[in-house]
């Protein structure tokens, strides 16, 4: 810091101990079901972050590759399903709801429609109706059609989303109209302007959006665990109930399941953060 004023370096060092302690106290969580993850049942209620004896077992005993030491039986898991049904979900979901918003959001920015504004502005107020509100219609629609204990079930509701039409309607308005009218000139159809000009060209709000859908439908909880009753069907968030069973919560099970569960988050995470704050900012300015 050769040549910084002596204020500006305080301010630094402020601001760098201040960082330092916010990202400590957010990540301690994290750091603590890592730790509790290779803790043993006698050992895991205790606060100490470093275990007395470190153990591995939790993970093959989760995996059902070796018996709960404490009850001599097998879990009876099925870990690699539900990793598959996770995925299954979170992909399907994520398809269907980046198409959807990207087909409703050229409508609300590249037609023009009689009150398409007004339609658009009806459509953004449901963001304001809590989704608890929804759940009960939705699930008498999934009852009406036989979509209790299936994919489809979990998948179609969650396959529109306002927020994710109003993100790329933010970047289909950034795109300069000269773009369509060029293309209609050499006799595009609008499904082609729609696929080959705009969808290219939005492409940082889609990979945004992909993103952030993909996360939230991974760790979709309290809808799969009302539509499903079928342990083969159930995701990672509803199968790890089954490690709170009848001979008590286990936490350093539960701890080790969720460590293999939040991995593959962390590192989509990791891999596309700079996609996604790119995208989310281009987002929030342009338009």
């Not at 399903?81 to 087909?103: C, D, E, H, K, P």
């Not at 008590?248 to 996609?275: C, H, R, S, W």
Request: glycine content about 6%; hydrophobic content about 50%.
């Amino acid at each position: 810091m050769n040549g910084t004023p002596p204020r500006k370096c305080i301010d630094l060092v402020s601001r760098l101990v201040l960082l330092s302690v916010l990202g400590l106290s957010i990540s301690l969580p994290f750091v603590w079901m890592v730790s509790a993850s290779f803790k043993s049942r006698a050992e895991v209620d205790e606060v100490n972050l470093i275990p007395h004896q470190m153990t591995t077992l939790n993970y093959p005993i989760v995996l059902n590759a070796q018996p709960d030491p404490t009850t001599h039986k097998r879990l009876g898991l099925k870990f690699g399903r539900w990793y598959f049904n996770s995925l299954l979900i979170a992909v399907g979901t994520t398809l269907l709801q980046v198409l959807t918003s990207a087909m409703a959001a050229f409508a609300f920015a590249r037609l023009r429609w009689r009150g398409r504004d007004k339609v658009f502005l009806l459509y953004l107020a449901t963001m304001m109706i809590p989704g608890i509100v929804t759940m009960i219609p939705n699930f008498q629609a999934m009852v009406s059609l036989h979509f209790l204990n299936t994919y489809h079930g979990l998948i179609i509701p969650a396959a529109f989303s306002t927020f994710g039409t109003f993100l790329l309607r933010q970047f289909m308005l950034a795109i300069s109209p000269v773009l369509d009218e060029a293309a209609m000139i050499d006799g595009a159809t609008k499904w082609q302007i729609f696929w080959d000009v705009v969808m290219p060209l939005a492409r940082p709000g889609l990979i945004a959006l992909t993103i952030i859908t993909f996360l939230g439908s991974y760790q979709s909880f309290t809808w799969p665990l009302i539509m499903l009753d079928q342990s083969q069907l159930y995701p990672m968030s509803v199968g790890m109930l089954s490690l709170d069973s009848t001979y008590g919560q286990q936490t350093e099970l539960i701890m080790a399941a969720t460590v293999m569960n939040v991995v593959p988050l962390i590192i989509i995470f990791v891999a596309f953060q700079k996609f996604l704050v790119s995208g989310l900012q281009v987002g929030g300015v342009k338009g």
